[in-house]
């Protein structure tokens, strides 16, 4: 069996726009939140990620036309950019990673996945879409330019599907009853209709079949802005609303951060996006060792990235009852209050140990021996205990150890009454020394970055001999949990226990992920 190693690896997260930002930060037992306010003054805190695209411009200027950079700023959406930052980073770590990249063409692969999308892109784009919608329909539902309404005021004859008009409905839906009359008469617009064909004759215009195409295309389209140009004048109606479509709803589907990735490192291997919501790193990490394991991969680039905190996702996390909402500080393993929204993005270069290190490359933090997949099939939120622990016993089993042979584990504790159930499942495996860390109360939950922060966390800790503080207090660990468990990693490091470490995911849907990871060999 192949062995796997990490190369390199890069990340954005609160308080920690880089790898070593990130590292330094570890060191301190306080938690990297901070207020959202993006409701306007509000009581949630978030894991706001520290990011500026700027940093990475002259790596991308030394490679790529001048323009590229700007592409990037207004082309590509938040998670895009931060997989882009991360990626970067990960190639300091080893001089040489990047050719080695490019050299190994089809056997070099991109697994970079995103759990919610790029939301804050989508959600602007909606709404230049619905206020040109509300744009256009007041425009062509006005007496003025529609014959169909003139006439029906004159006749008030009953039409099948005719909402109410707007000052008979109570002010405080209004709003949507304006909507609702004018996109009907806009649809009965004759003159609305009379625009359309004339649109219709400017669009028909094709590219003739004799000559040179790309300077015929070129011509099409400019004559089609001019004619278009000419209609708008002459009718003086808004944009249409087709219009207002930014084409960067295209441009950051799922697939976009690996796609920019494998651009940025012209990798031209295996290129996609896993997604596996809160799992999606460990997903990620099982694909990327097995493409490994059985040769068809000499490395993968693999990672996720996840939005900032915003009001679409913080509210839906609100009323999914699993996120804390007083303005305090929500610790795992603690009152169980939930948990904080958080964005960022972590990626990590795996390659095939004995080529890279043939190569002069060296392994950074721990080995990554196998990942135990499996899903609860049972509930949407609410985790079982079949799935998780079935998850950590495949993991376990993979791995050729013994549960004894476990020094640490990570939860995926999230401050929410699962955190109980998470503890209790691990002990039915695991012995009572095993030592546990919980790390939401640090950098918050990133819907599919947070995993990979957890683990990079626990890899620095054992490169550096240790296991990382985290914001927990001894007096505060939940009764109910402590009689279950008493081995913790409290606001003091401590040194990193003899064994394998493990880290459990548990994603939206009950979809799992049990990594375990070893020591490298001291020097």
Request: a negative charge; glycine letters at 10%.
């Amino acid at each position: 069996m192949r062995r796997v190693g990490i190369f390199g690896w890069g990340v954005v997260a609160p308080r920690s726009r880089n790898i070593e930002a990130f590292e330094r930060n570890l060191s301190s037992s306080e938690s990297w939140l901070s207020p959202f306010n993006g409701f306007g003054p509000d009581n949630f805190l978030v894991g706001m990620p520290e990011f500026d695209l700027a940093d990475y411009k002259p790596w991308i200027d030394a490679r790529f036309p001048g323009s590229r950079f700007s592409q990037l700023e207004r082309k590509m959406g938040q998670p895009t950019q931060y997989a882009i930052g991360a990626f970067i980073q990960s190639l300091a770590q080893n001089p040489g990673l990047e050719q080695e990249l490019q050299a190994l063409g089809p056997r070099a692969h991109v697994y970079v996945g995103t759990g919610l999308g790029d939301l804050p892109t989508i959600r602007s784009i909606s709404l230049d879409l619905y206020r040109a919608q509300r744009r256009w329909d007041r425009f062509w539902a006005a007496p003025e330019r529609n014959s169909a309404l003139r006439q029906w005021r004159e006749t008030q004859e009953p039409l099948p599907g005719l909402p109410p008009e707007p000052s008979t409905v109570d002010e405080a839906t209004r709003d949507e009853a304006e909507d609702a009359w004018w996109h009907f008469w806009a649809g009965r617009s004759p003159e609305l209709r009379e625009y359309l064909d004339e649109l219709r004759e400017i669009e028909a215009i094709g590219v003739p079949d004799d000559g040179d195409v790309e300077s015929a295309k070129l011509a099409v389209i400019k004559e089609k802005r001019t004619r278009n140009a000419r209609l708008q004048k002459k009718w003086m109606s808004p944009e249409p609303p087709w219009n207002a479509v930014s084409s960067n709803v295209l441009w950051n589907i799922h697939n976009t951060p690996a796609s920019q990735i494998s651009m940025m490192g012209r990798i031209t291997g295996m290129t996609f996006a896993p997604v596996a919501a809160c799992s999606s790193f460990g997903y990620g990490l099982r694909l990327a060792l097995n493409a490994i394991q059985l040769g068809q991969a000499k490395a993968v680039v693999m990672g996720m990235t996840d939005p900032p905190p915003m009001p679409l996702t913080v509210g839906g996390f609100y009323n999914a009852r699993v996120i804390s909402a007083d303005a305090a500080l929500s610790k795992p393993l603690t009152a169980l209050r939930g948990t904080h929204i958080a964005g960022g993005s972590v990626v990590w270069v795996l390659g095939d140990l004995e080529h890279f290190t043939a190569r002069g490359f060296k392994p950074l933090g721990m080995e990554p021996v196998t990942v135990g997949v499996t899903a609860d099939a049972d509930h949407i939120i609410t985790p079982s205990k079949e799935g998780p622990t079935l998850a950590i016993r495949e993991a376990l089993g993979a791995a050729g150890i013994a549960p004894e042979d476990v020094g640490s584990w990570d939860l995926h504790a999230t401050a929410t009454p699962g955190d109980f159930l998470e503890v209790q499942n691990l002990r039915d495996v695991l012995p009572e020394q095993v030592l546990i860390t919980a790390r939401k109360g640090t950098f918050g939950h990133g819907m599919s970055a947070g995993g990979g922060w957890e683990l990079t966390a626990q890899y620095l800790g054992y490169g550096q001999g240790k296991v990382f503080p985290t914001p927990l207090q001894e007096a505060e660990l939940n009764k109910q949990i402590s009689r279950v468990h008493g081995r913790f990693v409290f606001d003091e490091a401590v040194p990193a226990p003899a064994g394998c470490a493990g880290k459990l995911s548990m994603g939206v849907g009950g979809i799992n992920a049990c990594v375990i990871s070893r020591p490298w060999p001291k020097e």
